[in-house]
Each structure stands twice: as C-alpha cells, then as structure tokens.
C-alpha cells in the first residue's frame, strides 16, 4: 500500500455517473465530509443530483453516517473535469460496456497518477473494460447496494490487471468511511451477493411458475420469515444456529441430507415468457394497492434508517 | 368453514413435542392467553419447557404479542392425554416419518371431532404421514420459522385428504392470533420458504467450494447487503423496485436477460464433502471468536425483538 494516499489525505472524490446509484454514492461521500467532483450525461442531472443529496442528507444524519460538516458538491461538464484533482473515483456509468470503455478512455490521461477508480457494476466483468487503459492497474470493482447510502456492503473485486495494492486500498478506503466491504476473489458473473440473490429469485420466480404460492405470499415467505433473519446474519451463520447447541456440525449432519434432496427438485431455470410476466406484474400491482414505486421506496428507505440505527446500538452486545 | 369452532371459543391447545420449535410455539400461545397442554417424550422436558417459557414471556411482552394474562401450561406424561380436551394442536415431534405416524396413530381416537392438528414438519409430505387415520381430514401443516415464537410466518399446507374448511380454519387461526399465514398450494419437499432458502444456500455453499470469498465475508454478502432488505420486503417485491420509476415491468426488461445469464453459471449443487464440511466449520469458528452459540442465540433474538417492534411500529406509514 506504499504508493498510494493517506486515507486522511483524500479529499476530494469524483462521482461518475449520477443517476439512482451515482446520485446516492454522491450523498454518502458528501455525508462523510468529503468534497464531491460530480458528471453525467443526463439532461437535468444536475436538479435531480441536488434533490437526491437534500433527501438523502436527514437520513444520513438519522442512520450515524454523517460526521460533522458535509463536503462541498461540485457539478462538472465533462468526466475529465471532474476526475482531475480527485483521490478516488466513483464510476457508476450505464450497464452496458461500450459505455463504461469509452468513459474510461476519456479519463484515462486526467487521472492522477495515484488515482484509485471503483466502478459499481453489478455484473459486467473488469477484465473485459479495461484494454488499453493506462491507469487499469489502478481500477477495481466496488460494487455496491440500492440503496448505496443506506446498505454497508460494498464487493471489491480485482481485474486481471488491478495492482495487488490498489485493491488493498480501495477495501480499507471503504472501511474508513463507514461502508462494509468484503473481497470476492475471483471475476465470476454478479459477484457474490447478486448471485445469491439471483439464486433465491429463481426460486421466487420458479414459485409464480409453478402456482406454489400467490406473489404477495411469496413475499410473505421470506419478508415474514426467514428475511427477518438474513438482517441479522448471513446464510453460513444462520445454518450455525439451526444445529442447536450442536452447532454447524450438528447442522450439516442433521439438515444436510435433507437439503441435498430439496435441491435434486430444484434444478429448473423459469424462462421470462408472457405467462410468468404477466402472473407478476398481477401479483405485485393486487400487493402495492394505491401504494407508487415512491411510497415504497419512502417506506423502505424509513425502515431501513431505523433497522440500521437499531443493529448499530446493539452492535455492543455481540 | 361452519363445522369448526369460532375463534374466540378456542381455550385449550396441546403442544406435542417441546424441543426447540415445540417449546418456542408453547411460549407463543401462553402469552397469547390460551391454556397449552404440553408433552414431550424426553428425559427432563419439563424443566427445559419452563426454563424456555420463563425466558420467552419477557420478548413476548416486549414485541407485543402478549396479551392480558398467559395461559396456563400444563404438562402432561402422555401425548393422548394432552389432546384431550384441545382445540387445536400444534405437533412438533422429532422430523422423522415413523415416529410422527406413530404419535398420529396413538392420538387419534383421543382427538375432540372438531379439532385441529397442524405439523411443524419442515421437510415430510404430510399425505405420507396420515394413512389409517381417521382425523387424517383436519390435519394439515403449519410450518413456523425458528423461532417461531418471534417469527411471523406460518406456511399451511394441506395433505391429499385435508379437509378445505379444516386448512382454512387453520390459515385464520393462525392469523387470529397475530402470525403470518401463508397458502402453499401444493406439497413439495421444503414448502416454499425453505426452497428459497435453500436456493440461497445453495450458492452459498458453491462460494465456499469455489473459494469465491471467506465465509465471513459470504455471511456479509446477505447480512450487510440484501439481507437488510429482505427483513422489509420480499424477493418480487424487491425486484419491482430494482426497475426504478419503470417498476416490475423495468425490472423484466432490464435484470431479466442477466439474470439468466447469472443462471447458466449457477447449475451446480454441491456435496457436502470433507473438504466443504471443514472450510465451513473454521470459517464459522474464525466468525463466532469466543461467542457460543448462546451468546449467538440471545443476539439474534434481541435484535429479533426490537426489529419486529420496529416494523409493528411503522405499519401505519404503509
């Protein structure tokens, strides 16, 4: 880590990319005291960064996150002006990757030679962006959770040609402003976490299927059960405690067996076709009743505050 | 629905086997104001089931599921006893077939005609469970999660024979007394709350065979990630609001074809092998430090707790 800044020395972070990720990411680096050198391409980004960030700010003093005077935000033309000066970059550009190759052509020569760069793809692959790119060394997936100024969990991930260091610095970079990072060792599809998530949704999915459930008890079947749980701990865990006192060994001889045998009837893939798009759009319109995609994302981000809120005043009985 | 007992007219429950799910149900209903008649065939069962009681009733208050005064246990040296006289029972035997149509068997003639069984069985087909008995039509399953007396979820599945009335009552029984009720419409192996998770489990234990991230760092993936979020909503739920603005029908367009991308790299189940077996048990030991499982216990049910007060607490800015 010899070549790279002081983590106290950062000060200034660019934010590439401001739509739902980039706008929040914005947020939480202004919250941490950090000034923020900010691009997108959008028409009217600017308005919308704005109204993000004043939403945002009351929930990130709410959640513990905000430490004293918030940085000062800065709404640039082109990604080359906001990366220039900036000890660390946030790139949360289109998914798609001609969009994300051709930006990191476009900053490459402005970056500062010790520069570090996160991108917060969900699921391209670094390796495959990065061709030709000088400062690629020093570029590395920081993959974060909608959303990014509420959820800890940032995936840091190296490409073929990250710089062993680069990588060290980003992880603790992010531990240093308060979010949860975690290192996934190896360039798969979605990471770790999305492909544990793609992994109960292809249940979920398999469930509108197969009629097992209507989609508001689907939901039901995790928000109300074993959801309550995955807040508190992850899956390894959780098997931990369902072998009693005999613990994860008890669990693996005792529900081991069992699980093998759920998985041999569940080796399905749903296929999106009309049938299952239309049974979902049904079951989540009958669930959302007179509630917007806004009430709900309202709902969720209050409860959000407060479980966090919660999990950090209890964090001294673990 | 007309052949079975009004709600309110329900006093008396018999718990049959009070182990960990048997116990936490006989705390459940006690605080709810019914008398349980409890047994269980081990040596000692008592004193553990009091212990348990006495230990629950203060969460119990706490989450506000307690109401007015507790009911009175009762505990009884055999299984026909304790059905005597109930109006519903909650049969929580040890998870194996021979044993639960042993215990069906001896209590059948003792059943009142109008009463309720429901099995917490997790894994078994209750339609195997039931030849020769005559109560067989008003058994069904009623699936908790653990614990369940903080867990909301029930899962009611019905056996090839259950009498639809019977299962209905059943689902507003359950919902009477303040779970969650789910319909799982047909009878596969782990309903359905358990095949999501198994899913989940699934590439949780492919991560650890792959070596794809320590087992903290998967347990982090779904605690300090989308586990916050599965303790609000549920996984359709969820993916309404990936879409932004657009909702359901963004998400399809936008997630679907990745997703299945994800998928075709997700076809492996693993073995539980010596290798997985002692990867998972000191990455679990390196995460517990010097926590038992107690302490782990009495953690995720303090913050169970105070999540569920939370969540009871902001349902009316749903």
Chains 1, 2 share one sequence.
Request: hydrophobic fraction near 45%; include cysteine.
């Amino acid at each position: 880590m010899t070549a790279y800044k002081a983590y106290d020395a950062v000060r200034r972070i660019a934010v590439l990319g401001c739509g739902t990720i980039g706008a929040s990411w914005a947020a939480y680096f202004l919250a941490r005291g950090y000034d923020v050198a900010a691009w997108d391409p959008a028409e009217g980004w600017k308005q919308r960064l704005q109204a993000f960030v004043d939403n945002a700010m009351p929930q990130l003093q709410a959640v513990g996150t905000a430490t004293g005077a918030p940085g000062r935000l800065e709404m640039l033309d082109t990604p080359e002006a906001a990366v220039t000066g900036a000890d660390f970059v946030q790139e949360n550009a289109t998914e798609r990757a001609p969009i994300k190759i051709e930006l990191y052509r476009r900053i490459d020569a402005a970056l500062a030679p010790d520069a570090i760069l996160a991108t917060s793809t969900s699921g391209l692959i670094l390796s495959e962006l990065v061709e030709g790119i000088a400062s690629a060394p020093r570029f590395v997936v920081g993959h974060p959770f909608n959303p990014p100024h509420l959820i800890p969990l940032v995936e840091v991930v190296s490409s073929k040609v990250t710089d062993a260091a680069a990588a060290e610095w980003a992880y603790g970079f992010y531990a240093h402003v308060g979010k949860h990072p975690i290192v996934v060792k190896k360039e798969v599809k979605g990471h770790l976490a999305n492909r544990l998530q793609a992994a109960l949704w292809r249940e979920a999915f398999n469930a509108v299927v197969d009629d097992l459930a209507s989609v508001e008890d689907i939901n039901a079947a995790i928000a109300q059960g074993p959801g309550l749980r995955y807040a508190l701990m992850g899956p390894h865990m959780i098997f931990n405690l369902t072998g009693g006192k005999g613990g994860i060994r008890a669990a693996l001889e005792q529900f081991g067996p069992p699980m093998a045998s759920w998985w041999e009837t569940m080796q399905r893939t749903p296929a999106f076709d009309d049938e299952l798009k239309s049974r979902l759009i049904a079951g989540i319109e009958a669930e959302m009743g007179d509630r917007t995609i806004e009430d709900l994302e309202n709902e969720r981000d209050t409860r959000l505050v407060l479980l966090l809120r919660m999990l950090k005043e209890t964090e001294g009985e673990r």
